[in-house]
C-alpha cells in the first residue's frame, strides 16, 4: 500500500488517483513523555493487519491534496555517507565535494545524522542555506522503520521495515561534518509516500533517477549499493537503537552536483513515485532575498 499524509496530518491511502482518508483508525491522543520514535508509523502494521475497507472511507482526488513528508516525527534521520563506488570515485575525484578527504568504505567513515528540523515534505519551500555556497542535490532510497531495532541480523532486519520512500539528502559542501552541512531547514526531503515492502519489490534492486531541469544528472539502480538496506539496518541497529518511523536514507549513487535558486529537481524511485521541488533563495538576516 502507499500510506501518504496530507492536507495538515490526516493519513491517507493512496490508490490510483485517489486518497482514502484513513486518519480515524490511529489513535492520536499522546501522552507526555511519548513514546520514542512517530506514533503514526508504530502503529500502522496493526492498522494494516487489521485490514482496512477502502471503499468506505472518504476519498479525495490526489490532485487537489497536499502531500506531506510521510513521516512526521522520525526519532532520528541516518544517512550512508559513501555508498556506491561510482559515488565514491566522483567525490575523491572533486575538491569540492571531498573537501580534503579521501573516501574509501563506509565502515570507514560510519554514518551522519541529519538534524529532524531538516525534514520537509514534497510541498514545502525549499532553501538554500547559505547564498555563496555549493548546496548539491542526492538522491536516495529511504528505509522507514516500522518497529523498535536493537541488533538486528541482516538475515531479519527487513522483518523491521515499514515502508520505503524516496528523498533528497540535500547537502553544504564544505569542510564541516556532514551533520552540520546536511542539516539546514529543508534539507531532508520525503516523499512522495511510503509504500510498504509487499508493493515494493526487491528494495536492493529499483531504478533511481534525478533530474535538474529535465536533464538527467543522476540514474542508477539500488543494486549498486555497497551496503544493501538489510546490511544497512543490521549496520545503523548495531549502533542505535532504532524507533518506528527511524529514517535511514541510504546513499547518493554518482552524478551529484549542485543547483541553484530558480532550478527544479525531479526525484524518481521506481515502485515509489517522483517528487518534484523547487530551489528558492538563502534567507538574508531572516528575510527572502
Ligand atoms: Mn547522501
Same mark, same amino acid.
Given at each position: ?133 555549493? @548546496?548539491?542535490? &542526492? ?5 522507514? !522503520?516500522?518497529?523498535? *531495532? $536493537? ?5 531479519? =532486519? +527487513? ?56 536533464? @538527467?544528472?543522476? &540514474? ?5 549499493? !555497497?551496503?544493501?538496506? *538489510? $546490511? ?5 541497529? =548495531? +549502533? ?50
Amino acid at each position: 500500500m502507499k500510506i501518504c499524509r496530507f492536507n495538515h496530518d490526516r493519513i491517507g491511502v493512496v490508490q490510483g488517483n485517489a486518497v482514502h482518508d484513513i486518519t480515524d483508525l490511529f489513535d492520536r491522543t499522546m501522552s507526555w513523555p511519548a513514546e520514542p520514535g512517530d506514533a503514526i508509523i508504530a502503529q500502522l502494521g496493526a492498522v494494516l493487519e487489521s485490514g482496512i475497507d477502502i471503499d468506505v472511507r472518504p476519498s479525495l482526488d490526489l490532485s487537489t491534496v497536499v502531500l506531506e513528508s510521510p513521516v512526521a516525527r522520525p526519532h532520528k534521520i541516518m544517512g550512508a555517507p559513501v555508498n556506491y563506488h561510482a559515488h565514491i570515485e566522483e567525490a575523491n575525484a572533486d575538491p569540492e565535494i571531498n573537501a580534503g578527504k579521501t573516501f574509501t568504505t563506509l565502515e570507514a567513515y560510519g554514518l551522519f545524522l541529519k538534524a529532524n528540523s531538516s525534514l520537509i515534505g514534497p510541498n514545502e519551500p525549499f532553501r538554500v542555506a547559505f547564498a555563496d555556497r555549493r @548546496t548539491d542535490h &542526492e538522491i536516495e532510497l529511504v528505509i522507514v !522503520i516500522g518497529k523498535t *531495532a $536493537r541488533h538486528v541480523p541482516r538475515e531479519k =532486519a +527487513l522483518d523491521y521495515v515499514a515502508g520505503y520512500t524516496a528523498g533528497l539528502d540535500m547537502t553544504v559542501r564544505g569542510k564541516e561534518t556532514p551533520c552540520y552541512r546536511k542539516s539546514p531547514d529543508g534539507y531532508c526531503v520525503l516523499g512522495p509516500w511510503l509504500v510498504t515492502p509487499d508493493e515494493i519489490g526487491d528494495p536492493d534492486d529499483l531504478a533511481l533517477s534525478l533530474k535538474v531541469n529535465g536533464d @538527467t544528472k543522476q &540514474e542508477a539502480r539500488t543494486s549498486l549499493l !555497497i551496503l544493501g538496506v *538489510a $546490511r544497512l539496518i543490521e549496520y545503523a541497529s =548495531a +549502533l542505535y537503537t532504532l524507533h518506528p518511523g527511524d529514517v535511514i536514507m541510504t546513499g547518493t549513487p554518482a552524478g551529484v552536483g549542485p543547483v541553484e535558486p530558480g532550478d527544479v529537481i525531479d526525484a524518481s524511485v521506481e515502485n515509489i513515485g517522483s517528487l518534484r521541488i523547487s530551489i528558492l533563495p538563502a534567507l538574508l538576516d531572516g528575510k527572502a532575498a
